[in-house]
């Protein structure tokens, strides 16, 4: 009953430093997304997945990387963080038929200093 | 201009009172429209969803979209405290999906 669970719940970077954020889903849904949200700003796509062995970016993919690793899991790579990616980041995943609801993971809080 | 444009509050109302959310499109290809309900340090969650004009009930919940206007709302009657959250609208053209910037709404006893 997990549904999307993200790894890690609270982080702190220092510019320059690099990590990973984790998202899996054990819903058996083909879609997977990464989204940013920012006060005013609302939830803005990073990248998504359509399907295992397939990504593509969003509206705002600069300073991130992705990997699909499989079906379940996708993550989220900032391979040399900035402040202006303090932010919190939301993993969803979509079964795949058209319109249907995005499940959302509960975030990863993140600041860089 | 954005695409999507809500309103973020704050929003505080009294329990028992009609809440009045609303949000204006600019992209008249959207064909699916969402309310995401998310409370404090969770990820949004949905609420409901329509893809035609009209009105669309569930409790206390009636989604209205008004397509020639490019304008959704949603209304709660009878709000309780549990009802203090942020409500994100959304809409969405074959899984490209676009969210306001999300209104809090504070139900107070």
């Known amino acids: 009953n997990a549904g999307v669970t993200q790894t890690p719940k609270f982080q702190v970077l220092k510019t320059g430093q690099s990590m990973t954020l984790q998202c899996a889903q054990d819903m058996n849904h083909n879609s997977m997304y990464w989204y940013r949200q920012d006060p005013g700003m609302g939830l803005r796509l990073i990248y998504y997945s359509a399907s295992e062995g397939t990504t593509d970016k969003g509206e705002v993919p600069n300073g991130y990387n992705v990997s699909r690793l499989n079906k379940r899991e996708f993550s989220l790579r900032l391979e040399s963080a900035a402040p202006s990616q303090t932010s919190v980041y939301f993993c969803a995943s979509l079964q795949g038929a058209v319109n249907s609801p995005l499940h959302f993971g509960n975030g990863t809080r993140l600041t860089v200093t | 201009q954005k695409e999507v444009e809500q309103d973020p509050g704050p929003l505080s109302v009294p329990e028992g009172a009609i809440v009045s959310l609303n949000c204006t499109y600019s992209?008249?290809?959207?064909?699916?429209f969402m309310w995401y309900r998310q409370y404090s340090r969770k990820g949004p969650e949905l609420l409901m969803y329509t893809y035609s004009s009209g009105n669309k009930e569930d409790g206390r919940f009636t989604a209205q979209v008004d397509k020639s206007s490019k304008y959704i709302s949603l209304f709660i009657r009878d709000s309780q405290p549990s009802d203090s959250a942020t409500y994100l609208c959304?809409?969405?053209?074959?899984?490209?999906?676009?969210f306001g910037a999300g209104t809090r709404l504070t139900v107070k006893p």
């Open positions: 959304a809409m969405s053209l074959n899984n490209d999906m676009r």
């Open positions: 992209n008249s290809a959207f064909q699916y």
